[in-house]
């Protein structure tokens, strides 16, 4: 990684946090019929320590949407470019991002799973951050507020980058 970094939240304290959410989560799916649908591409490694956490029952699909392309700031259109192929009438869906910033790309989804007719969605981030928020969504489940700065690691990219790093760090894009 070129640049200046500073680490926000190192391995352990993302691990010690997945797992304390991995518990609330099945607390509360408990006897339900739970979908867990990853937002590609961000959320994939989010998903992928969560769901392995869990200790109820669930299916996964993935559902991927595109707001920001090759910007650092979201566009507020929103591409869906891949849809859930399990039925989800019915289920009880669980949305799992790596970053609400905007809010634009959650607000659009929840209008596309309450047409699909879901029992119940509720929205798991891993960063939840506020700075930016235009659109009214409630993040059911989050990993850590965040104020500002632009992330990656831990499933967050630049231009594609930096996803695969077990931490997240502040990019300095001066
Ligand atoms: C990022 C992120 C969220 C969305 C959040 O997706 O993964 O889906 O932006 O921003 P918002 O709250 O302002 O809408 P992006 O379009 O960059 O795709 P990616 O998941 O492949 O990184």
């Avoid at 959410?21 to 969560?50: M, P, T």
């Amino acid at each position: 990684m070129t640049g200046k970094q500073d680490i926000l939240l190192s391995k352990k304290r993302i691990d010690d946090r997945v797992k304390e959410l991995a518990k609330e989560i099945s607390l509360h799916y408990k006897d339900k019929n739970l979908v867990v649908v990853g937002i590609l591409n961000g959320a994939f490694i989010f998903l992928s320590d969560l769901v392995r956490s869990m200790s109820v029952e669930h299916r996964i699909d993935f559902i991927r949407v595109s707001s920001y392309g090759k910007n650092t700031s979201s566009s507020g259109i929103i591409q869906l470019t891949k849809d859930v192929e399990l039925e989800v009438k019915g289920q009880d869906v669980l949305l799992v991002e790596d970053i609400v910033d905007t809010g634009n790309t959650l607000s659009w989804l929840q209008t596309h799973f309450a047409d699909k007719e879901v029992a119940s969605l509720k929205i798991c981030s891993f960063i939840n951050k506020k700075e930016r928020r235009v659109a009214d969504v409630e993040v059911d489940y989050y990993g850590f507020d965040v104020d500002k700065g632009f992330l990656v690691g831990y499933g967050l990219d630049y231009n594609e980058q930096y996803r695969y790093l077990p931490h997240v760090s502040e990019l300095n894009l001066d």
